[in-house]
């Protein structure tokens, strides 16, 4: 009997270290599926300030237009502070077409980042759109306009650059293909400033409707389930350790 005994315990202690073995790896597999399962990745909009889409106003003396106008060059330039880690994904402008057009060239949309002085530093990424893009017409109507500019890495409190400049044109040409659809009351995070002819760029007023958009990681919830149960086994084959 007592031999009986000994192979039953001995039985019962085998099966205890194997089912416990079972748990330990399964509890590893499930932790090892949480710690390595990939993040998902949502892109939001991170800065906005956007006028309704009929509406528009000249951004300023010599400001509204960028590319060429009478006998000036503009560039415009809307500064912003990035509020979002992440990547970078692109941006939106809302333009219309001017109602007398000049020379049919495109606008170039940048990316930069800022010196001390808020002068274009490094271009981060860039875009075009033509005047055959813009179909907004008339006074104070504008549209949003899309450009694929992203790829690189920002961080909340980045103060960058959105620098608008005509591909061609040149001064004695009458008026810009483009208008920039200007905001009252003004961006709290950023300010518009534009050059002419070349020079520095300083302040003006209003500011360029406009929105970025940031993609962001976002965990997958599945993956704090699969910690929990992984964790969750772990305390139980201690206590039947």
């Known amino acids: 009997m007592s031999t009986r005994r000994g192979v039953g315990s001995t039985r019962r202690r085998r099966t205890t270290v194997e089912t416990n073995v079972t748990r330990a790896g399964l509890a590893a597999a499930l932790l ?27 951004g300023g003396a010599g400001a509204g237009y960028a590319g060429s106008r009478n006998d000036l060059l503009i560039q415009l330039l809307q500064t912003f502070t990035v509020g979002l880690d992440g990547t970078f994904a692109g941006v939106e402008v809302q333009l219309a077409a001017a109602s007398v057009r000049g020379p049919n060239f495109d606008l170039i949309v940048e990316i930069v980042t800022l010196d001390a002085t808020l002068q274009p530093e490094t271009v981060l990424g860039s875009d075009r759109t033509t005047p055959a893009d813009i179909t907004a017409t008339g006074a104070g109507r504008s549209q949003l306009v899309s450009f694929d500019i ?15 400049r005509p591909d061609g044109g040149s001064r004695g040409s009458y008026v810009s293909p483009f208008w920039v659809a200007g905001v009252t009351p003004n961006y709290a995070d950023g300010a518009l400033l534009s050059s002419i002819n070349g020079g520095a760029f300083s302040s003006s007023s209003d500011d360029i409707g406009f929105r970025t958009l940031v993609t962001t990681p976002v965990p997958l919830p599945a993956s704090a389930w699969l910690l929990l149960a992984g964790l ?3 305390g139980l084959l201690r206590r039947h350790a």
């Open 232 to 234: 969750g086994g772990i």
């Open 32 to 58: 090892t599926a949480a710690l390595t399962a990939p993040a998902s990745a949502a892109t939001i909009v991170d800065q906005s300030t956007l006028l309704p889409s009929n509406g528009g106003s000249s």
């Open 150 to 164: 992203g790829g690189f890495e920002v961080s909340a409190g980045d103060m960058l650059g959105l620098l608008l």
